[in-house]
């Protein structure tokens, strides 16, 4: 079936004979029930997002205290053993130590600047739902 052409400018609408245009009484409640359904999905939509990121930075941070602890047991007695070791050829204990004290301080930064690179790599918290939320902010207020 072909339907006939329609000036989009003129007074005439497409619908049939006998149908009225919807009130604005009709309107305002229809609008209003799509922009809490609109509301609705932003919110499952930003839980979703925080339920994931949340569980990627547990995963991550389980992950860096079980290092860190394993990590500060195997250093703290090789680093005892290297002071003592150091300080016998240094004829100076407290050199030893200061030496190996010198070189945790050393690898805690480098620990501490991948931590750092690493988080910088996830593109923010939430990423997806607020630029939604702003892109719905603009859209508001165009139509206001």
Not at 44 to 51: A, N, P, Q, V
Not at 121 to 131: D, H, I, K, S, V
Request: hydrophobic share 55%; charged share 20%; net charge neutral.
């Amino acid at each position: 079936m072909i339907d006939a052409p329609v000036d989009p400018g003129g007074p005439e609408s497409v619908r049939p004979p006998g149908v009225e245009s919807p009130s604005v009484g009709e309107i305002i409640p229809a609008i209003l029930h799509s922009l809490g359904t609109l509301l609705a999905a932003k919110f499952r939509l930003l839980e979703k997002e925080f339920s994931s990121d949340t569980a990627k930075l547990k995963a991550a941070a389980v992950w860096s205290v079980l290092g860190a602890l394993v990590a500060l047991l195997a250093l703290g007695l090789a680093g005892a053993g290297a002071a003592l070791l150091l300080g016998e050829r240094l004829d100076s204990p407290g050199g030893g130590f200061l030496i190996v004290a010198a070189i945790y301080l050393a690898a805690a930064l480098v620990a501490l600047a991948v931590a750092r690179s690493r988080l910088r790599r996830m593109n923010g918290f939430l990423r997806t739902t607020m630029e939604d939320l702003k892109r719905d902010a603009e859209w508001l207020k165009d139509l206001l």
